[in-house]
């Protein structure tokens, strides 16, 4: 039992570094091969565990050779438009000025249904507000509606709006976030004096504090345990 | 670029060591066979203790590559040596002439599977 615990932990240290270093997107949306070896990895990884005949190695080693692959891959593809072409294909377009591509959609075998449930995601219910529809390489489908259709912006509106930027967590579950406070350009007492302002006499009591380029600043305090 | 190479060099260097293992297992299984064979013949002249001494030798040889062989062999291969090699000297012991001969081709064949299964070709990939 002790040896299968100790290979569990170390084959589960050995897939969370390699999808680490394979990197964030093989995260979100995964291309072909990218998939590929997602599964493979998981896959092969689990037969050491599941029998201690086999030795650890079987398991570590087609991991770390799938990742140098994927890695390679990747930056053949990156360097190379033919690689990427012949390894992940060419996104097309499927809605064209509110008519829908029959080929492209025969061609890539994406049925009606699926159609529909890409466009209900992108909010959208009319077809002929479709300007472009791509589907892209990793299946999913991009939509850009017509001028008229969409949102109005506050630049289209002509309103001139603050630029607030990216909020800096400076207290995250009670820590102060030293490094987003340096970035904030803001100082500890500064800090203090927020808090004090907010009644609030420790850092420890917060649970999530945020300022933004506008100096606007969200605090959520902890809830008091039962 | 860094990640790049040293995925590269990663690839070369699991190339240069399974090259590496494949020569180790190579030497083991051939010195292995050379004194099985050699146990054999001492039995067939009814050198008992030679034999013995030979086939202790051979045995020796694999307890001593055991752990390395663990690493990278199925552990139902590695039992399944260890095995032959107890009918094999059981066998001189009892100096049981045909039961020498039987368990020592069963024990080379064990043997030279260890290599075998290693060995990169055409029916082992497909």
């Not at chain 1, 087609?62 to 390894?87: A, G, N, Q, W």
């Not at chain 2, 001969?101 to 029916?123: C, F, N, Q, T, W």
Request: glycine share 6%.
């Amino acid at each position: 039992m002790a040896i299968i615990i100790l290979r569990t932990v170390t084959v589960f240290v050995c897939i969370v570094a390699a999808m680490r270093l394979m990197g964030k997107r093989q995260l979100g949306e995964l291309e072909l091969s990218e998939l590929a070896v997602a599964v493979l990895i998981s896959d092969m990884a689990a037969h050491p565990l599941q029998d201690i005949g086999i030795p650890m190695l079987n398991g570590i080693i087609p991991i770390i050779v799938l990742l140098s692959c994927e890695i390679l891959i990747s930056f053949l593809s990156l360097k190379s438009e033919k690689i990427r072409t012949v390894l992940f294909g060419k996104p097309c377009v499927i809605i064209k000025n509110g008519s829908i591509c029959q080929k492209e959609m025969r061609k890539n075998r994406f049925s009606l249904d699926e159609l529909s449930e890409q466009l209900r995601r992108k909010d959208v219910t009319d077809i002929s507000s479709v300007r472009c529809a791509i589907l892209e390489t990793d299946g999913t489908l991009n939509v850009i509606l017509n001028a008229s259709a969409q949102p109005l912006s506050a630049g289209a509106a002509g309103i001139t709006r603050q630029e607030h930027g990216i909020p800096l967590g400076l207290i995250c579950d009670g820590r102060l976030q030293k490094a987003n406070l340096a970035k904030a350009g803001k100082s500890a007492a500064w800090l203090s004096g927020e808090l004090d302002k907010r009644n609030i006499s420790r850092i420890a009591d917060v649970y999530y504090m945020t300022v933004d380029e506008c100096g606007d600043i969200y605090i959520s305090v902890k809830e008091k345990e039962k | 670029m860094k990640k790049e190479l040293f995925a590269a060099a990663l690839l070369i260097a699991l190339s240069t060591l399974s090259a590496f293992n494949l020569r180790y297992l190579r030497a083991l299984t051939l010195d292995m066979t050379s004194k099985i064979d050699a146990a054999c013949a001492y039995a067939a002249d009814g050198l008992w203790d030679s034999a013995a001494a030979e086939a202790g030798k051979a045995e020796e040889a694999w307890s001593s590559a055991l752990g390395y062989a663990s690493v990278f062999i199925r552990h139902a291969e590695a039992d399944g040596v260890s095995d032959a090699f107890c009918e094999l000297l059981g066998a001189i012991y009892g100096k049981d002439r045909p039961a020498v001969l039987r368990s020592a081709m069963i024990l080379k064949k064990h043997v030279s599977g260890l290599y075998d299964m290693e060995r990169p070709s055409l029916g082992s990939i497909l």
